[in-house]
């Protein structure tokens, strides 16, 4: 680690520090803009000295996880910012308030409507979903982590399946994804246990067989609803760098499929 990158930060952020969203005095006979260093030491709990150390990149001045915690808390760093400090330190960033980042990510997939939309776990189970998925897809957050888990769907499933008019296409594509995304934690019981339910089947071992391995990319879909209309969706996956986690949101491909997914959100 280079500490004067992180003390420079630091630095800048204190100095630049809006004292009307800080625990601190504000008189006018301050010299400096900011905070000063025994602020941000005591807001922090740590001694002003090793503080300092830490801001003027001393040499063995790299602070512990906790300590560098406190640090961007005590600055009001964003979520963002403190990524950032903690890269700068190699240290492992804290891991996101999961409520918070549900709520968000809740409130996302409702903004999405009428388009159908899911959130996967790294392990491409799906953790929620729009109503619009739900209806088209006959999802329910009751079914346990296997059934709801994406690849066992799309092999387990017979709605998917019949639902699905390019079932073959989408199932060879996602068995590469899966053999990517297993390579990264070849350990997990979970991932084996998804392996288990699908390596029977003919499509899946195909696929399986000839080492295919591919990463999301945008896909089209075409599929059919319990009325019978065909519907063509581009499927597109975006990864949450934070939590890993998976965002899906299917498209309209048409304005016939666009005018229908309106039509089955009123219902």
Known sequence: MNEKFLGHFFRYKRTTADLTTFAVSQTKSRRTPGLTREEVATLANVSTDWYTRIEQGRTGSTPSSDVLLALCQALQLTPAETEYAFNLTGLVPPVPNLQDTNQQLDDFLTAMLPKPAYVMSQQLTIEAANSAYTKMFEWRKTQSPLERNLIWRIFND??????????????????????????????????????????????????????????????????????????????????????????????????????????????
């Open 158 to 267: 017979p709605y998917y399946q019949t639902s699905l008019v390019n079932w073959t296409q989408y199932a060879q594509f996602m068995t590469a994804v899966f053999r990517n995304l297993y390579s990264q934690t070849s350990d997990s019981k979970f991932l084996y246990q998804v392996f288990q339910s699908v390596n029977q089947n003919p499509t899946f071992l195909s696929v399986w067989n000839s080492l295919k391995v591919a990463t999301f990319e945008p896909q089209r879909l075409f599929v059919q609803t319990h009325d019978h209309q065909e519907l063509y969706l581009v499927e597109n996956t975006f990864e949450i760098p934070a939590t890993h986690q998976f965002i899906v949101v299917e498209n309209a491909g048409d304005m016939t499929t666009h005018n229908h997914l309106a039509h089955i959100e009123t219902k």
